[in-house]
């Protein structure tokens, strides 16, 4: 679900903040979105409403990047039972005008896939910038 939509307490508002300022740390020419999402049924029917998704744009294309917008998708779990809310893990994916280059999921094994993968150095910051994000939002209740 956006991050615009997900920010509902000051915590969870600050925290989302607190990735932004994360992401544009590592990489300043970033331009952060926290709206990704259309608006529109079909779109709202595919999106996690246990996530809080936000994108960084690029200037342009990067062949550091090799994408030119990024997706992040912090995925949690909420026992309903104990309100307790629970990152799981977090999904990113750099795209082009292609579409979907490479994708990178904490959930899985740490590993870069798809048709290409950012070089090595950018690599490593966007992974720390993941564990970072993952540290932050640990603490998260709802």
């Not at 300022?21 to 049924?41: G, I």
Request: charge should be negative; hydrophobic fraction near 40%; glycine fraction near 4%.
């Amino acid at each position: 679900m956006n991050a615009a939509e997900q920010a509902t307490s000051l915590e969870t508002a600050s925290k989302i903040a607190a990735i932004v300022n994360l992401f544009k740390a590592e990489f300043p020419d970033a331009r952060a979105d926290l709206k990704p999402w259309a608006n529109d049924p079909e779109t709202r029917e595919s999106v996690d409403p246990e996530s809080i998704d936000l994108a960084f744009h690029l200037p342009g294309f990067s062949r550091l990047f090799q994408s030119r917008s990024i997706l992040i998708q912090i995925r949690f779990h909420t026992d309903g039972l104990t309100c307790d809310r629970q990152v799981i893990g977090a999904e990113m994916a750099g795209f082009d005008h292609r579409g979907k280059q490479w994708r990178l999921s904490t959930i899985e094994n740490w590993l870069f896939e798809g048709n290409c993968s950012p070089v090595d150095q950018v690599r490593d910051r966007l992974k720390g910038f993941l564990k970072q994000s993952l540290e932050l939002f640990n603490s998260l209740e709802c």
